[in-house]
């Protein structure tokens, strides 16, 4: 409370506000804040908790809503090896079921954040944790039809998905400001823990109990963790009903930004849902193996996900870290050609993971490093992550395309490239904010 009295900014409505939080309790505080109008983009953002009970249970629940919505996506892997050895169809057809529900999550990105905005940022979350797992469980009944599954393992779970997604992913920025990136990382690394135990958990009950009761199972635990965090996703600057700010394109810096991840989703999804088909046909693995590589990647990029966003608050600042992610990741893509074994793909596996994860645990920080972290941020989140949809849905088919027609090789030497461009396009856009080199941003 007293670093953030110091450091108030001089307005004197915001003054006044915060001198009367502190006479009273936490609680009355944040509800005194957010009253308030939110700060601009260009005004002082450093009154901030940077600690205390709601804060950190806001990480808490950020951190499950991302090991549910990711643990389901990244395990899509196994789910994808089995419909293909069952001959559900093709590569690139049963890669559709995985590309639908990726391209709802991002697609809906501007609704979900103005819909969070004027009703409420748990309300929707209540309503997606729902959606979602309906879509997952309904898919228990027709693991059989592809139009199906599509529909309901795809798009429903998608939907729901996209709804929990982005008042997740915006909200620690509110509560926090000098340990931001530690917090986004916190909270974004379920991603990669829930993709370790979706993966590892899928494959053990899909020999256990089969197809059907591993996707009800799935759905059943999904619910009840999204439940119970719901209460949690407490907001601490005001939300505001006004139209959504579309000038953020005409920011040079968000369009290099947004290709940068445009592109690097596009690669993502290579390694994501054919990794583990990689080291059947390559390296002669079996689907556990595979099933565990999958693991190998995901619990990397939960401690990618922390420690970048750790070295982003104390040493490199967010930009930075996320450019030297980039970079890794794609000299990884490249290292991919020579993996053989079950060592080398741990290797591979274990290096993207923590680096891919972390571009995307240090992208929400970087918005706010940009753009500010006001009410509107997931607004602008919403914006750059809708037009990612087109990776999402596009990379899998287009990637099992080029496997079926070119061969596996091709496929790697085209995650590389893509990984590349993005390197470059993350470059510019870190000197497009700030030309000199040395400068923590």
């Known amino acids: 409370m007293t670093a953030a009295?110091?450091?108030?900014?001089?307005?004197?409505?915001?003054?006044?506000?915060?001198?009367?939080?502190?006479?009273?309790s936490d609680v009355n505080m944040i509800s005194q804040e957010a009253q308030d109008p939110a700060p601009k983009a260009n005004e002082s953002t450093t009154a901030r908790i940077d600690g205390g009970f709601d804060a950190w249970m806001v990480v808490a629940a950020g951190f499950i809503a991302h090991f549910v919505i990711f643990g389901l996506v990244y395990?899509?892997?196994?789910f994808f090896a089995y419909y293909t050895k069952e001959g559900l169809g093709s590569s690139s057809s049963v890669a559709f079921i995985g590309s639908t529900g990726t391209v709802f999550i991002p697609g809906l990105g501007i609704l979900s954040g103005r819909l969070a905005q004027q009703y409420g940022f748990r309300r929707l979350i209540l309503i997606g944790s729902l959606l979602l797992s309906l879509g997952t469980f309904a898919a228990s009944f027709v693991p059989d039809s592809l139009p199906l599954l599509i529909c309901t393992q795809g798009a429903l779970?998608?939907?729901g998905a996209s709804l929990v997604y982005f008042p997740a992913l915006s909200l620690p920025s509110q509560w926090f400001s000098k340990h931001r990136g530690l917090a986004t990382g916190l909270a974004a690394s379920g991603a990669g823990l829930g993709g370790m135990v979706f993966s590892l958990a899928v494959d053990r009950l899909i020999t256990a109990v089969g197809i059907h009761w591993t996707l009800r199972v799935s759905a059943i635990v999904s619910c009840v963790l999204?439940?119970?965090?719901?209460?949690?996703?407490?907001?601490?600057i005001a939300t505001t009903k006004s139209k959504i700010d579309y000038s953020v394109v005409k920011d040079p810096r968000f369009m290099c930004l947004l290709l940068s991840c445009f592109l690097s989703n596009f690669a993502m999804f290579v390694c994501v849902d054919f990794?583990?088909?990689?080291a059947q046909?390559?390296?002669?693995?079996?689907?556990?193996?595979?099933?565990t590589l999958l693991a190998v990647y995901n619990t990397c990029s939960t401690v990618g996900r922390?420690?970048?966003?750790?070295?982003a608050d104390r040493w490199l600042g967010p930009t930075n870290a996320l450019v030297i992610s980039s970079w890794i990741t794609a000299i990884s893509n490249f290292a991919w050609l020579r993996c053989t074994d079950f060592a080398s793909l741990c290797i591979f596996a274990g290096v993207t993971g923590f680096f891919g994860g972390a571009f995307w645990g240090l992208?929400?920080?970087?918005?706010?490093?940009?753009?500010?972290?006001?009410?509107k941020m997931v607004s602008i989140v919403g914006i750059l992550y809708t037009v990612l949809a087109g990776g999402n849905f596009g990379s899998p088919p287009l990637t099992g395309w080029i496997k079926e027609h070119w061969g596996l090789w091709w496929m790697v030497v085209y995650a590389g490239c893509l990984a590349c461009l993005s390197g470059v396009a993350a470059t510019l856009a870190r000197f497009l904010h700030s030309r000199v080199l040395l400068k923590k941003v």
């Not at 009295?5 to 006044?16: E, N």
């Not at 439940?227 to 996703?233: D, G, K, N, R």
């Open 75 to 78: 395990s899509f892997g196994v």
């Open 281 to 291: 046909e390559v390296a002669g693995l079996s689907l556990s193996n595979g099933a």
């Open 275 to 278: 990794l583990a088909v990689y």
């Open 363 to 375: 992208l929400p920080v970087v918005v706010a490093e940009l753009f500010g972290a006001d009410g």
């Open 5 to 24: 009295s110091d450091d108030i900014d001089t307005s004197k409505h915001y003054l006044a506000a915060v001198t009367a939080a502190e006479r009273d």
């Open 157 to 159: 779970f998608g939907i």
């Open 226 to 236: 999204l439940l119970a965090a719901t209460p949690f996703f407490k907001t601490r």
């Open 306 to 311: 922390i420690f970048t966003g750790l070295a």
